[in-house]
Every structure is written in structure tokens, then in C-alpha cells.
């Protein structure tokens, strides 16, 4: 069992910059795949980008080159730097420990969400 809490959302201006976290506690953080999702108003839950344990990444096609996941196993905690932010990228992001089957992936815990709010 893993425990995840997000933190880093806020206000910002289009084409600016947030750094989200996810600190993990709990064992297996250092053997599971993470991913950032997130989910606007009115809109299904979507994978934003997801890193295993070797640091091997995957993208969101709208967001490919303007975010970075990454992870630090030793001090528990995936990142998420996001910049070039527009106002479709408003959402509360939520982080999660994932399972690959058949190239899906398939949540498993999830953190409470921070809110990403970027305006026009």
C-alpha cells in the first residue's frame, strides 16, 4: 500500500510554468510504474504521462514536449514540470501508482489532486 499526496497546483498565466510533486510513502514505490492524470470539468480522467521504475516515459500526445515527468526513488517522489501551459490544461491533476496490462494502464492509488488553474 502506497500513499501519495500531491502538492505544487495553482493560478497561472498562459505560457507559464508549474512543478507538480507526488510524495510517496509506503512501500513499492521504487518497483511501480507512476503517472500524472488529470480531470477538467465536464471531461473524462486522462493519463498525462506515466515513468516506470527504470525512468522509461510516455506522453500525452497534447502535451508531448512541454511537460516532463520524472522520479527520484530515493526520496519517494515523481515530479511533474509543466511548461508552455495553455488554458486547456486547466484540470485537477491527480497522481497514481499503475500497472501496464496490454499497454493499458490500470490505476491503482490515488493521491487527492492538486488543481491546476491557467488563465487566457
Known amino acids: 500500500q502506497v500513499q501519495l499526496v500531491e502538492s505544487g497546483g495553482g493560478l497561472v498565466q498562459a505560457g507559464g510554468s508549474l512543478r507538480l510533486s507526488c510524495r510517496a510513502s509506503?512501500?513499492?514505490?521504487?518497483?511501480?510504474?507512476m503517472a500524472w492524470y488529470r480531470q477538467a470539468p465536464g471531461k473524462q480522467r486522462e493519463v498525462v504521462a506515466s515513468?516506470?521504475?527504470?525512468?522509461?516515459?510516455n506522453y500525452a500526445d497534447s502535451v508531448k514536449g512541454r511537460f516532463t515527468i520524472s522520479r527520484d526513488n530515493v526520496e519517494n517522489t515523481v515530479y511533474l514540470q509543466m511548461t508552455s501551459l495553455k488554458p486547456e490544461d486547466t484540470a485537477v491533476h491527480y497522481c497514481?501508482?499503475?500497472?501496464?496490462?496490454?499497454?493499458?494502464?490500470?490505476?491503482?492509488?490515488w493521491g487527492q489532486g492538486t488543481q491546476v488553474t491557467v488563465s487566457s
Open positions: 509506503g512501500r513499492g514505490f521504487s518497483i511501480n510504474t
Open positions: 515513468i516506470t521504475s527504470g525512468g522509461r516515459t
Open positions: 497514481s501508482s499503475v500497472v501496464t496490462i496490454a499497454s493499458s494502464l490500470i490505476p491503482k492509488t
